[in-house]
C-alpha cells in the first residue's frame, strides 16, 4: 500500500487548497478514503471520510461547509477540496485507508503540511 499526499501549502485566511492523495498497491475502489490532521503539538484529528463509490461522505464539524472530500476510481486518486480556510487549519494532512471517524487503522501516507497565515 502506498498513498501521496500532494497540494499543500501556506494561504492566507479565507483562502481555498486542494489535496491529492495519489493511491497504489490496492484495489482502491473497494476501501474508505479519509483525511487525518495532526497540528503543531496536537494529536491527530480526524476530517473527513468517503466511501468507495463516492457516497456517502463525512466531516468532522470543525470543517463541515468548508471542505469537500471526493475521489476519482479511475485514477486511483482521492481529494480534499478545502475552503475558507482558517488559523486553525493549520497541520499536517494525511490521506489514510482507515474509516469513518478513524484515526488508526489501516494505511497512511507521508503527509502534506497546510499553513494558514497572513
Known amino acids: 500500500v502506498q498513498l501521496v499526499e500532494s497540494g499543500g501549502g501556506l494561504v492566507q485566511p479565507g483562502g481555498s487548497l486542494r489535496l491529492s492523495c495519489a493511491a497504489s498497491g490496492f484495489t482502491f475502489k473497494y476501501y474508505y478514503m479519509s483525511w487525518v490532521r495532526q497540528a503543531p503539538g496536537k494529536g491527530l484529528e480526524w476530517v473527513s471520510t468517503?466511501?468507495?463509490?463516492?457516497?456517502?461522505?463525512w466531516y468532522a464539524d470543525s470543517v463541515k461547509g468548508r471542505f469537500t472530500i471526493s475521489r476519482d476510481n479511475a485514477k486511483n486518486t482521492a481529494y480534499l477540496q478545502m475552503t475558507s480556510l482558517k488559523s486553525e487549519d493549520t497541520a499536517l494532512y494525511y490521506c489514510?485507508?482507515?474509516?469513518?471517524?478513524?484515526?488508526?487503522?489501516?494505511?497512511r501516507g507521508q503527509g502534506t503540511q497546510v499553513t494558514v497565515s497572513s
Open positions: 489514510a485507508t482507515s474509516g469513518p471517524g478513524r484515526v488508526d487503522g489501516g494505511s
Open positions: 468517503i466511501n468507495g463509490i463516492g457516497s456517502p461522505t
